[in-house]
């Protein structure tokens, strides 16, 4: 050990240019990782909680054919049996119908939604993506909170007179005038120009759909343990309803997110393999102009062993070094760009034909995956040090001592 930390004491060029390799190595794979996995979780949770929600339960057979003959028929008994189980934040009750709006000479299909306005604020982005005018309250009647872009089509702005007509639950003609309260921009160019919304209990008045829902939405108090409470509703609800998560939902998105985060480690990977070999390749060329000193250490009784276990100890110590300077400097960076995200406004059409709406990337500071991170870099810098020693180490002391 003494022998070691001397070595590393006098080689100060090579032990400085060792360390900086090898921590800014690291510094780049805890921020790339920090990336990687804060782009994904921002993109997921951005779809999810700017409309869809992170459990939804329908009649078991609406999703496939989402009709009239598949809702959910007794909403108060969904709402009281939800009120028995553990875990859940908030629950409300959707009605979603497709009709045909009209404003003077334009008319525009798109989709008429019931909400509860108090719980949706919960559940959703809806309120809080308001753009103009007022969100709506559980005592509106004929007030609709309409999209940005179907304002637009229908040439409408708040305090305007729109009609709409459509199907009620009953199969009856539905048909009302309303009007602008509020005008909403998501950022997702299709849902802002089909979607409008109505307070529920006026909803369920004018569409004959009292006590009736096409959806219910779920916000679990711990959104990671989403599967486990989706299985809880599931056996409390029974087989005549249909539980999912946010990742059955949203199953397309979820398989893009794992490709890209395939492809996204095996670029890490192939980054990191080089740079494995050009570490190895600085440690042989500085370890060989030790060649000489190795051999009159052999000359005087230093076996193979003490030789290897040296050599080996100034790696290790160099290596614990390096990655902990790169670990706190990787994770200061992911640290502070997860408190002040990266400005993404370049790319936010490209978003937005994945239906997000993005326009800041934060990194994701999470301390185990950056001692992962730290892990890797001092295996690959260990791993990297050990055929040059062992090459060098098998030279005899008098070809070691007459080496140039």
Same mark, same amino acid.
């Given at each position: 050990?003494?022998?070691?930390?001397?070595?590393?004491?006098?080689?100060?060029?090579?032990?400085?240019?060792?360390?900086?390799?090898?921590?800014?190595?690291?510094?780049?794979?805890?921020?790339?990782?920090?990336? #990687? !996995?804060?782009?994904?979780?921002?993109?997921?949770?951005?779809?999810?909680?700017?409309?869809?929600?992170?459990?939804?339960?329908?009649?078991?057979?609406?999703?496939?054919?989402?009709?009239?003959?598949? #809702?959910?028929?007794?909403?108060?008994?969904?709402?009281?049996?939800?009120?028995?189980?553990?875990?859940?934040?908030?629950?409300?009750?959707?009605?979603?119908?497709?009709?045909?709006?009209?404003? =003077?000479?334009?008319?525009?299909?798109?989709?008429?939604?019931?909400?509860?306005?108090?719980?949706?604020?919960?559940?959703?982005?809806?309120?809080?993506?308001?753009?103009?005018?007022?969100?709506?309250?559980?005592? =509106?009647?004929?007030?609709?909170?309409?999209?940005?872009?179907?304002?637009?089509?229908?040439?409408?702005?708040?305090? =305007?007179?729109?009609?709409?007509?459509?199907?009620?639950?009953?199969?009856?003609?539905?048909?009302?005038?309303?009007?602008?309260?509020?005008?909403?921009?998501?950022?997702?160019?299709?849902? !802002?120009?089909?979607?409008?919304?109505?307070?529920?209990?006026?909803?369920?008045?004018?569409?004959?759909?009292?006590?009736?829902?096409?959806?219910?939405?779920?916000?679990?108090?711990?959104?990671?343990?989403?599967?486990?409470?989706?299985?809880?509703?599931?056996?409390?609800?029974?087989?005549?309803?249909?539980?999912?998560?946010?990742?059955?939902?949203?199953?397309?998105?979820?398989?893009?997110?794992?490709?890209?985060?395939?492809?996204?480690?095996?670029?890490?990977?192939?980054?990191?393999?080089?740079?494995?070999?050009?570490?190895?390749?600085?440690?042989?060329?500085?370890?060989?102009?030790?060649?000489?000193?190795?051999?009159?250490?052999?000359?005087?009784?230093?076996?193979?062993?003490?030789?290897?276990?040296?050599?080996?100890?100034?790696?290790?110590?160099?290596?614990?070094?390096?990655?902990?300077?790169?670990? #706190?400097?990787?994770?200061?960076?992911?640290?502070?760009?997860?408190?002040?995200?990266?400005?993404?406004?370049?790319?936010?059409?490209?978003?937005?034909?994945?239906?997000?709406?993005?326009?800041?990337?934060?990194?994701?500071?999470?301390? #185990?995956?950056?001692?992962? =991170?730290?892990?890797?870099?001092?295996?690959?810098?260990?791993?990297?040090?050990?055929?040059?020693?062992?090459?060098?180490?098998?030279?005899?002391?008098?070809?070691?001592?007459?080496?140039?």
């Amino acid at each position: 050990m003494k022998m070691a930390l001397r070595n590393i004491a006098a080689y100060k060029k090579r032990t400085i240019v060792t360390v900086l390799l090898t921590s800014l190595t690291t510094a780049l794979l805890v921020f790339a990782s920090a990336w #990687l !996995d804060g782009s994904h979780q921002t993109m997921i949770k951005n779809a999810v909680e700017i409309y869809p929600g992170y459990l939804q339960i329908t009649g078991k057979e609406f999703r496939d054919k989402p009709s009239y003959e598949h #809702l959910i028929f007794d909403s108060t008994t969904i709402r009281e049996k939800l009120a028995g189980i553990e875990g859940i934040a908030i629950s409300a009750a959707r009605f979603e119908s497709f009709v045909l709006y009209s404003a =003077d000479e334009k008319a525009v299909g798109g989709m008429l939604t019931g909400i509860e306005p108090e719980k949706e604020a919960g559940l959703s982005r809806i309120s809080a993506s308001l753009q103009e005018g007022e969100y709506l309250t559980a005592e =509106d009647t004929n007030q609709v909170y309409i999209g940005n872009e179907l304002a637009k089509r229908l040439k409408v702005g708040i305090g =305007d007179e729109i009609a709409f007509v459509g199907n009620g639950a009953d199969y009856s003609f539905a048909a009302d005038n309303l009007r602008v309260k509020g005008i909403f921009q998501t950022g997702l160019y299709e849902f !802002d120009t089909s979607t409008a919304f109505l307070n529920l209990a006026y909803f369920e008045e004018i569409m004959a759909a009292t006590n009736y829902a096409t959806h219910f939405i779920v916000m679990p108090e711990r959104p990671e343990q989403v599967e486990a409470l989706a299985a809880q509703i599931s056996t409390a609800l029974g087989s005549e309803y249909a539980v999912e998560s946010w990742q059955q939902i949203m199953a397309q998105l979820v398989k893009a997110m794992q490709m890209d985060s395939v492809f996204g480690y095996i670029t890490l990977g192939i980054f990191f393999i080089v740079i494995f070999f050009v570490i190895m390749i600085y440690t042989l060329l500085t370890v060989y102009s030790r060649i000489r000193e190795i051999g009159v250490l052999r000359a005087i009784g230093t076996t193979p062993k003490q030789i290897l276990g040296m050599l080996m100890l100034e790696s290790v110590l160099l290596a614990v070094v390096s990655v902990v300077l790169g670990g #706190l400097i990787g994770g200061a960076v992911a640290y502070y760009f997860n408190l002040n995200p990266i400005p993404m406004s370049g790319f936010e059409e490209q978003f937005k034909q994945y239906g997000l709406a993005v326009s800041a990337m934060p990194t994701a500071f999470q301390p #185990l995956v950056i001692l992962r =991170d730290m892990v890797v870099m001092f295996v690959l810098s260990v791993l990297s040090t050990l055929y040059p020693i062992l090459k060098i180490n098998r030279y005899r002391p008098v070809e070691a001592m007459r080496h140039v």
